[in-house]
C-alpha cells in the first residue's frame, strides 16, 4: 500500500468538501441562534441567561466561516467539537439516537470534526496559500 494517499489531489478535494460542508452547516445553525426566539429557548429550556444568545450563535457562525475559507481549521473543529459535545450531553442529554431529541446529525457533525482536527486543512486552503501561518494554527 502506498503511503503517499494524502498527497493525492481527490483527497485534497474531499477534505475541502467536508470542510465546507461542516462550515455551512454550522454558519447556517448559528446564524439562526441569533432570532430573538432562541433566547426564549435558551432561558426556559436550558436555563442559560438571554446574554448567551450571541456567544453561542458566535461560537458556531465564526468557526463555521474559518472551515469554509480553510484557516485556522483545527482550531474552529475543536471549538465546534466542544459545541457538539455540549448539545449532545447538556441539549439532547444523550437520550437516544434517533426520534425525539436524538442526537444522530449532532454525532456526525462531531464525527466530522474530529476528522478535521486530524486530517487539518488541506491543500486547498487559505492556510495552504499563505505559508507563514505556523502548522499547528492551520
Same mark, same amino acid.
Given at each position: 500500500m502506498d503511503a503517499r494517499l494524502s498527497q493525492h *489531489? =481527490?483527497?485534497? +478535494?474531499?477534505n475541502m468538501g467536508m470542510r465546507a460542508a461542516i462550515g455551512v452547516i454550522f454558519i &447556517? #445553525?448559528?446564524s439562526g441562534k441569533f432570532n430573538p426566539g432562541f433566547a426564549g429557548f435558551l432561558t426556559g429550556g436550558l436555563g442559560f441567561p438571554a446574554e448567551m444568545q450571541i456567544p453561542i450563535a458566535l461560537a458556531e457562525v465564526v468557526p463555521g466561516i474559518l472551515l469554509l475559507i480553510g484557516i485556522f481549521t483545527r482550531m474552529s473543529a475543536s471549538l465546534l467539537s466542544i459545541v457538539m459535545i455540549g448539545a449532545i450531553f447538556y441539549v439532547k442529554q444523550a437520550g437516544s439516537l434517533t426520534g425525539e431529541r436524538g442526537f444522530e446529525l449532532d454525532l456526525i457533525l462531531l464525527a466530522s470534526c474530529l476528522v478535521v482536527i486530524v486530517a487539518g486543512p488541506g /491543500? &486547498? *486552503? &487559505?492556510s495552504h496559500v499563505i505559508k507563514? +501561518?505556523? /502548522?499547528? =494554527? #492551520?
Open positions: *489531489s =481527490l483527497h485534497d +478535494i474531499a &447556517v #445553525h448559528g /491543500r &486547498v *486552503s &487559505v507563514k +501561518i505556523p /502548522r499547528w =494554527l #492551520h
